[in-house]
């Protein structure tokens, strides 16, 4: 996939653009079913699968007070959508002066003058332009005078609940991973580097590895059952995946400062990770955090855990 920092840096026409526009912050199931279709459209006719974003998210400069908490960080995304199949991505730097642009001149001066789209499919919610007055009408009323068409892709749903980034943010802080899974269509995932830790969980005979996450939202408080994977070269290898038993909480059977950690046992492995970049991905919640009398009823509990995501994770 080529990476473009922002439509003025294409430096030649690309070739029969099928675009898609938007902040896709997620890549959940309603981006993947756009996704799906610009390639889809892209591949039949010999031409470039586009996808256009922004950088930070358009709330972050426009509203900073009422900024959402992002699902995937910048890097997540970038490689969501190159597992997805776009072939090319614009990621246009999102300040004050472009947020003064209109829909129109939005429409003209940058989707038709410089990316030259073919097709354009945006989804069911899209708005663009100065405060957000640019319409679906008036895109597909300009789109056949430009000699472009425009799609709207109609929403998708689960159970009949819209899948959407506000949706996905509201069931991970109720610890509702599996639900929030199935809107993303992957286990929700969050990265970091292995840090030193107080070294506790070795006293209860369950050593763990403690994550700095990079992501700005973590699940809600609780004992989870997931996938440990390395996303950086060292031993064990990049892409090696472990099984592990994750905690998300504030320790409330040792600690009283508050602060949030984010831990792992990675079940069945012995070894060496501080300084290691990880991805950690959250499939099913066990139970909720809970404080302790003392540390044999927490070491009996941990065993339980893991007993417990060994059959969620269908290890022996």
Known sequence: MEYFAGSGSLDRPLKKPIVTIGNFDGLHVGHRAIMDTVVARARA???????????????????PDQSPRL?????????????????????????????????????????????????????????????????????????????????????????????????????????????AGRMLGRAYSIRGRIVQGDQRGRTVGFP?????????????????????????EGSPERGVELSAVMNVGTRPTFERDGRTHVE??????????????VEMSFLARLREERRFPDVEALRKQIASDVGAARKVLGLP
């Open 45 to 63: 006719s010999g031409g470039t699968a586009v996808v256009y974003t922004f950088n930070p998210h358009p709330i972050r400069v426009l509203r």
């Open 71 to 179: 699902l995937t960080t910048h890097e997540q995304k970038i490689e969501l959508l190159e597992q997805a199949g776009i072939d090319a991505l614009i990621v246009e730097d999102f300040d004050a002066e472009f947020a003064a642009t209109t829909a129109e001149e939005f429409i003209h001066e940058i989707l038709f003058a410089r990316i030259q789209p073919l097709e354009v499919y945006v989804g069911y919610d899209f708005h663009f332009g100065r405060d957000r007055k640019g319409s679906m009408g008036l895109l597909t009323e300009l789109g056949p005078k430009l000699g472009f068409s425009v799609t709207i892709i109609p929403e998708v749903t689960i159970g009949g609940s819209d899948v959407n980034s506000t949706r996905i943010r509201k069931l991970l802080a109720e610890s509702r991973v599996e639900e």
């Open 208 to 232: 763990t590895a403690n994550l700095d996450p990079e992501n700005e939202i973590l699940p809600a408080a609780g004992v989870y059952a997931g996938r440990f994977f390395f996303i950086d």
């Open 264 to 277: 792992a046992h990675l079940i069945d492995f012995e070894g060496d990770v501080y300084g290691r970049r």
